[in-house]
C-alpha cells in the first residue's frame, strides 16, 4: 500500500525518486537522521529528538534557513503521520541531508530533508515477557569522536552488527568501540543491573545519545537513583544480573541470553512498569 512521504516542503508518494548520482547522501553518507515515535498525534520526547538532530546539524556545518526550526519538524512529522492513517502508534524517520556535489565542493549546505512514517502495532507498548537473544559483534568497531553520539547517515558499522544478528538468528548485536568495550547496539542503548547498581556506557564511549537513555537516566536521578554512566567492558556484562536495552521504538526490552549466560529481568520489569509504561500512555 503506497503512503504519503514529506520532501523539501512537498508531501509526495512515497516511490519519488529523491537523489540523483551526484548526491553526497549517496556518495559520502552527508546527513543524520532520526527515528521517533508518534504516539497519539503528538512525537513523544520530539524536543529531546530535535535538540539532538540540531546539534548534529550545527556540527555537520549545515546552513539552516529561518523556517527550518524544530517547531517546523514536528508540525510536518504529526502532519504526515495524520494523513498516512499513522497518528495513534507509528514510528517515523525524517533524513536530512547535504544535496550534489564532490568532497571539496557541495553546490550548498542547504539542509534537504525527507520524512516518512509506518504504522506500529499494540505490541510496541508492551513488556516483552520473551528475553531477547542478543550477542556481541566482533568484527566493526565504532570509533569514539565527536560523530560518535549523532545519528549519521554513514552507518557502516551498525550494518554489519545487523547483519551478523540476522545470521546467527539473535533479536540485537552489541557494538564495540575501538578500545574493546562495549558501547550500545545496534539500534538501542545497552543497561546492565549488578545488584542494586544501575550501568550505562558513558557518552564518552561513543554511543548514540539514545532519547530514551537520557530519559530513563534523568528520570531516575529525580528519584535519587543513579546510573553509573562509564566504560562497560565485556567482563562486566558477564558478571551482570541483569541487561536491557532502551530506544524509542520500543523503550525498554530486557535480555534473556548473550552467548551462553542467560540474565533474569526482574528489576528491568519494575523500571519499565515505573518510568517507561506511564511514557506511553493508557
Not at 3 to 22: M, S
Request: aromatic share 10%.
Amino acid at each position: 500500500m503506497s503512503h504519503l512521504l514529506f520532501h523539501d516542503g512537498q508531501f509526495y508518494r512515497d516511490d519519488k525518486v529523491l537523489a540523483g548520482a551526484n548526491s553526497r547522501a549517496l556518495r559520502y553518507g552527508d546527513g543524520l537522521f532520526e527515528t521517533m515515535k508518534v504516539n497519539r498525534e503528538k512525537v513523544q520526547l520530539g524536543e529531546w529528538h530535535m535538540e539532538r538532530l540540531f546539534h548534529g546539524l550545527r556540527l555537520l556545518h549545515f546552513d539552516l534557513p529561518h523556517y527550518f526550526t524544530p517547531q517546523y519538524l514536528l508540525e510536518k512529522m504529526v502532519q504526515l503521520a495524520h494523513r498516512n492513517g499513522h497518528g495513534r502508534l507509528a514510528r517515523i524517520r525524517l533524513m536530512v541531508f547535504r544535496g550534489n556535489g564532490g568532497l571539496y565542493d557541495p553546490e550548498n549546505h542547504y539542509p534537504h530533508h525527507v520524512i516518512q512514517t509506518w504504522t506500529l502495532p499494540d505490541a510496541n507498548h508492551q513488556w516483552n515477557e520473551n528475553g531477547l537473544v542478543v550477542g556481541v559483534h566482533e568484527q566493526a568497531r565504532k570509533a569514539i569522536d565527536v560523530l560518535a553520539n549523532c545519528k549519521t547517515n554513514n552507518y557502516l558499522t551498525y550494518i554489519l552488527g545487523a547483519l551478523e544478528a540476522k545470521k546467527q538468528k539473535w533479536n540485537d548485536a552489541l557494538m564495540l568501540n575501538t578500545n574493546g568495550n562495549i558501547c550500545d547496539a545496534t539500534i538501542a542503548n545497552v543497561f546492565l543491573v549488578k545488584g542494586d547498581r544501575l550501568f550505562t556506557p558513558a557518552l564518552g564511549e561513543g554511543p548514540v545519545a539514545g532519547v530514551i537513555r537520557r530519559y530513563l537516566i534523568e528520570t531516575l536521578s529525580s528519584k535519587g537513583i543513579e546510573v553509573e554512566e562509564s566504560s562497560v567492558s565485556q567482563a562486566l556484562l558477564l558478571e551482570a544480573d541483569e541487561v536491557f536495552l532502551t530506544n524509542t521504538s520500543y523503550g525498554m526490552r530486557w535480555v534473556q541470553r548473550i552467548g551462553e549466560k542467560t540474565y533474569t529481568g526482574t528489576r528491568s520489569r519494575e523500571l519499565y512498569r515505573e518510568i517507561i509504561a506511564p511514557l506511553f500512555g493508557p
